[in-house]
């Protein structure tokens, strides 16, 4: 039986925590899952350091009493706002043979790392997005002939700081930290398939707190941005605008639709509710109509002008489309049209596919658990296994299996 592999997700308003393994057929196998909330990831660093700690323990004691099975290492997500990305360029020339190796590839990968050195922060991920070989671009130079190589290399780096304080709570509950993963990578790598991540791809994860844009090429992420509006403010615009209490809100932002014509639908946004807990005075769907609409349209306002940075025509750029996944306006219906009007380009709502495990919310926690069962499968001792050696291995993998 395949070895059992735990990883931790910090989302802006909770930790997921999972134990799985791989079945013979490649199928994850969720043997154990812990959800606790906490307060969250405000301004790019944690509101209640305490209060974090003690969810991760419960999500992972969670974990740990459905799985049936104590864990010692972990695989960690790292969230947007703790993470920076950056592209830099590496060129060498081929000597003593004719053909790129993946020496060769490292090599270069080296060479741009070097240009890559910021102080205090610690890169965690790296990944060649583009490959030119005697300046013709590429899409996989090993066992090609040439002279010189050259690569744009994307890399992923965090604050070595915040590094050391989440590797020293991990300590403190008995945990080693084997791997820190780019959560919207993982997440990219488990909803976008090989031919929309090869035609470029935009990816948007509805948060709590927060929303992740990222544009994906390959098996890269070649930009990245946080946006600091997610469901929450739905439900905050609500209560300030309409003096709803927490629950009215949630209740009323579950319940409305994008995008529908209030004058002409009957909408009973309370009716889940007991009576007791109803607005004492009259809402009716204009209202929330008003503020819902007015939200929905600024954050995808937002995420527009964050995808026009990454490319002067992101469109062409992302010819696979846009992808919606998390919480927030992912599970508000008439979002998906709501962002196609804006984006003009089709999105498609993205989410697992696991028995029982099948949310949008849920794609951050079971991509980082894929990427962390597939370096196990790569490496299989603990250690992490660098981004492209994930694909050399993969690919040599591959043609065992075939007889080349």
Known sequence: ????????????????????????????????????????????????????????????????????????????????????????????????????????????????????????????????????????????????????????????SVDRRWQRHLAGMMDRLGLTVVQWVPTILAESLLLLPPDVRDKGAILIDVGYFCTNVALVQRDGVVYHRSIPVGGFHFVNDLMAGLGLSLEQAEASKRRFVLGYDV??????????????????????????????????????????????KASDDFRATARGGAYLTGGGIAYMRGSRELLQRFLDMPVRIAAPTLQGINRPDQSGAVGVLDFALTEEELHGDGVAVPGFIRKILDVFSLNKEEGF
């Open 1 to 156: 039986m395949n070895k059992a592999v735990a990883a931790v997700e910090f989302g802006s308003s909770k930790v997921v925590s999972l134990i799985g393994r791989r079945k013979p057929y490649g199928e994850m196998d969720v043997m154990g899952v812990g959800v606790a909330t906490y307060a969250g990831i405000r301004n790019g660093g944690w509101v209640d350091i305490e209060g974090l700690q003690a969810a991760v323990d419960e999500s992972l004691h969670q974990a740990e009493s459905t799985a049936r099975r104590k864990i010692h290492q972990v695989y960690i997500g790292v969230e947007g706002d703790f993470l920076r990305w950056s592209r830099m360029t590496g060129s060498i020339d081929i000597r003593g043979h004719s053909e790129v190796d993946e020496q060769d590839v490292l090599k270069a990968i080296d060479v741009a790392r070097k240009a890559n050195v910021e102080e205090g922060r610690q890169e965690i991920y790296s990944y060649p997005t583009m490959f030119f070989l005697d300046n013709k671009e590429v899409n996989d130079p090993i066992h090609m002939p040439g002279r010189r190589l050259e690569l744009d290399c994307q890399f992923a």
């Open 263 to 308: 004058n002409n639908v009957t909408l009973q946004p309370f009716e889940e509710l007991p009576p007791e807990s109803r607005p004492s005075k009259r809402i009716t769907a204009v209202d929330i109509s008003t503020v819902i609409e007015a939200r929905a349209e600024e954050l995808a306002e937002l995420i527009l002008w964050e995808i026009s």
